[in-house]
């Protein structure tokens, strides 16, 4: 169970760490690349922003979402390695998103990237090792 904890726990601190850097420094856009930008957007809905006024569906999809998290930790007490730190990956990702919406009433989103005036909706550290865990397990349950 060590690796569940330590992959949350990693994703938690960076998520966190990376968040904390952003709302200290005052900015409005960083250009990194020609196709990577930091920005600071509010996400007060759902995923991309979805639900956003209509609070009953964030209400019950928060919900079904810890009870999921709640059941990655128990498949995850089953599970190897690989699917430990899958499961640990996603649950800490989850958790600090979801600190977000608890402090902030909205998850704070920063990573902005596009191809021209193409931009993929804003996401944060969280989300990318969400992503991650979501592929990792489907490449694990299709091997």
């Known amino acids: 169970m060590k690796l569940f904890w330590l992959s949350a726990f990693f994703v938690i601190f960076l998520d966190r760490f990376t968040k904390y850097l952003i709302l200290q420094s005052d900015f409005t856009e960083i250009k990194i690349f020609s196709f990577l930008n930091l920005v600071k957007v509010w996400n007060k809905g759902i995923v991309f922003g979805l639900f956003y006024k209509n609070n009953i569906v964030i209400i019950t999809i ?52 596009h191809i021209g005036k193409y931009h993929w909706p804003v996401f944060n550290v969280a989300d990318v090792f969400i992503t991650l865990s979501v592929f990792l397990l489907i490449y694990k349950y299709i091997r």
């Open 62 to 113: 928060s919900f079904l979402i810890l009870l999921i998290l709640f059941f990655t930790y128990r498949w995850a007490k089953k599970g190897n390695k690989f699917l430990k730190i899958s499961f640990g990956l996603l649950f800490g990702g989850g958790i600090s998103n979801l600190i977000d919406r608890v402090i902030y009433k909205g998850v704070l989103d920063f990573i902005d990237l």
